[in-house]
């Protein structure tokens, strides 16, 4: 996807671009993060907050792994055929980014972990979890944020011929 694609998908100026990552492991669960930030044990997988300028999803993707989860060892398996969005709850809004989106729109890709779960090491640094964990796919929507469960429903349907597999 080129830079101009990618901008053009950002067309609303109320959603941060940004792009989301199903990590898999061999056993086909996915790596979720407990969000640090949150008191209600809000669990949710990899995500990017913004695509940097002349980024591609998959380059942001690969970023936010290693920000986020301190390795990028992944093999890309697939990525959205279209963008995903949601929105934070008015009163979460002023405290997300400030005020300025209203919601996050996303491109998701899926990847296949090829590390260890030693390689897995949250930063100390302004960390966005503070634990993790493999979950099968099905678990998803239960342990996410209320105003993410549609969107893990739509990831989940999006790719689920690869759940299968």
Not at 17 to 42: C, H, M, W, Y
Not at 125 to 134: I, K, L, Q, T, V
Not at 141 to 163: H, M, N
């Amino acid at each position: 996807m080129t830079n101009q694609k990618i901008q053009q998908a950002a067309a609303s100026d109320q959603y941060r671009l940004g792009a989301g990552i199903v990590l898999l492991n061999t056993q086909s669960e996915v790596l979720v993060g407990r969000r640090a930030d949150l008191k209600n044990d809000a669990w949710q997988m990899p995500q990017g907050g913004i695509i940097d300028p002349g980024e591609t999803p998959l380059q942001a993707a690969m970023r936010e792994l290693k920000e986020e989860i301190g390795t990028d060892k992944a093999d890309f398996i697939a990525e959205s055929r279209g963008w995903f969005q949601y929105d934070v709850p008015p009163a979460l809004a002023p405290k997300r980014w400030a005020g300025r989106w209203k919601g996050q729109r996303q491109k998701w890709l899926v990847m296949l972990f090829r590390g260890t779960d030693e390689d897995i090491k949250l930063p100390s640094s302004y960390p966005e979890f503070d634990a993790w964990r493999w979950v099968p796919v099905q678990d998803l929507p239960e342990l996410a944020v209320s105003f993410k469960r549609q969107l893990y429903l739509d990831v989940i349907g999006e790719f689920s011929t690869i759940f299968r597999d």
